[in-house]
C-alpha cells in the first residue's frame, strides 16, 4: 500500500490515528507534531523521502541534535516520536520495513522534581486569598489553588474540569486524565469549602448570562478563550504572581510544582506509593516512585543541616 506522497500527510495520518485509536490528549499531539516537524525541516534540508529514509539517516539526526547541545530527554522524546511514525508507517504497509527499530536512545538524565515545603505551600494559598481583582477573582484563585493542592492535578485537568465534575459528592472529585481515563480524588476540607464558594458566585454569573441570552458553560473555570475555560497560560501567569505575593522564587513555582508537592507531602505523611500513584493518575507505579528519591534528599539534607554530629562546611 502506498503512503502519503508528502512528508506532511505522513505526519497528519499519524496524528489523526492517535487522536482516534489511543485517545491521545490534545497536548501530548502537539509534542509530538512539534518533534515532528523539527525532523521533518532537517530531512526536506537534505531531500530526504519518508519512503526511501533509513536508518543511518535517523542516526544521522540524533547526532545533529546531540551537537546542538539538545537535552538527552528532548532527544529522547524526538526518537520515540519517529519509531512511533516508522512504526505506524509499517503496519499500515506504506513501508516494508521500520528503519528506526534497531536505534537505541540516548536515555534520559535522572533529575529530581522540583517540590515545595508545606510552609511555602501555605504562603501561595493564603496569596490566593488576597490575589485579584474583584471578590469573584479572588474566590476562583483560591479554588484553583485548593483544588491543585489538594489532588495534585496536571494543570490542564485543572483548567479543563467540566461543571458537573464538581457536583454531587462534595467529598470527591472526578477528574479526567491521560487516554481519556477517569478517577476519583477525595478533597480536604479547605478544598470543598472553596469549591462551594466559587460553585455559588459562578452560577450567579452564570444566571445573569443566561437572562442576557449568553450561553451556558459546561467548564468549572469558564473563560472567554477558543476552548472556553481558562487557559494554561493564564493559570502559568497568576501562579507566577502568587509566588511573588508569597514572597517565594517566582522561579521555583509552577502548576507541576504543586503537583510534585501533593505527592512528596503525602509520601512524607505516611501515604503508600500505590495509593499516591492511583491518585496521580500514573500509569505505572514506577512513575510514581521518583518522590521516595525526592524524600530522601531532603531527610538527608536535613541530617546534615540539624544533626549535633554533622560537621560544618
Known amino acids: 500500500m502506498e503512503g ?12 489523526d490515528a492517535k487522536a482516534a485509536e489511543l485517545g491521545a490528549a490534545k497536548n501530548t499531539l502537539m509534542a509530538y507534531g512539534r518533534d515532528l516537524r523539527e525532523f521533518l525541516a532537517w530531512l526536506d534540508g537534505r531531500g530526504l523521502a519518508p519512503d526511501s529514509l533509513g536508518q543511518p539517516d535517523i542516526e544521522d539526526y540524533l547526532v545533529f541534535c546531540d551537537d546542538t547541545g539538545l537535552a538527552k530527554s528532548t532527544r529522547a522524546r524526538r526518537l520515540s516520536a519517529i519509531k512511533q511514525l516508522y512504526r505506524f508507517a509499517y503496519e499500515e504497509g506504506w513501508r516494508e520495513d521500520n528503519p528506526a527499530m534497531r536505534i537505541k536512545g540516548p536515555g534520559k538524565d535522572q533529575r529530581l522534581p522540583k517540590t515545595l515545603s508545606e510552609t511555602e505551600v501555605d504562603a501561595l494559598l493564603l496569596a490566593a486569598r ?40 462534595p467529598n470527591l472529585l472526578l477528574i479526567l486524565g ?36 449568553k450561553p451556558a458553560s459546561r467548564y468549572l473555570f469558564p473563560s472567554r478563550s477558543a476552548d472556553g475555560y481558562l487557559t494554561r497560560h493564564r493559570f502559568y501567569a497568576l501562579i507566577k504572581d502568587l509566588a511573588v505575593t508569597a514572597g517565594i522564587p517566582s522561579a521555583k513555582v509552577t502548576p507541576h510544582t504543586l503537583r510534585h508537592a501533593f505527592a512528596t507531602h503525602l509520601l512524607a505523611n505516611g501515604a503508600d506509593l500505590r495509593s499516591i500513584q492511583t491518585l496521580l493518575g500514573h500509569a505505572d507505579v514506577g512513575t510514581t516512585e521518583i518522590y521516595t528519591h525526592v524524600l530522601d534528599e531532603r531527610l538527608s539534607q536535613l541530617v546534615l543541616e540539624h544533626h549535633p554530629l554533622a560537621e560544618p562546611d
Open 130 to 169: 488576597e490575589t485579584g481583582r474583584t471578590e469573584t477573582d479572588r474566590i476562583r484563585n483560591t479554588c484553583l489553588m485548593e483544588l491543585l493542592y489538594a489532588t495534585g492535578m496536571r494543570v490542564t485537568e485543572l483548567v479543563s474540569l467540566p461543571v458537573a465534575s464538581a457536583r454531587g459528592n
Open 4 to 15: 502519503p506522497a508528502t512528508w506532511q500527510g505522513w505526519i497528519s495520518a499519524f496524528l
Open 178 to 213: 491521560k487516554g481519556g481515563k477517569e478517577r476519583l480524588v477525595p478533597l480536604s476540607r479547605p478544598a470543598q469549602e472553596t469549591l462551594q464558594q466559587w460553585l455559588n458566585h459562578r452560577d450567579a454569573a452564570e444566571a445573569a448570562d443566561l437572562a442576557e441570552g
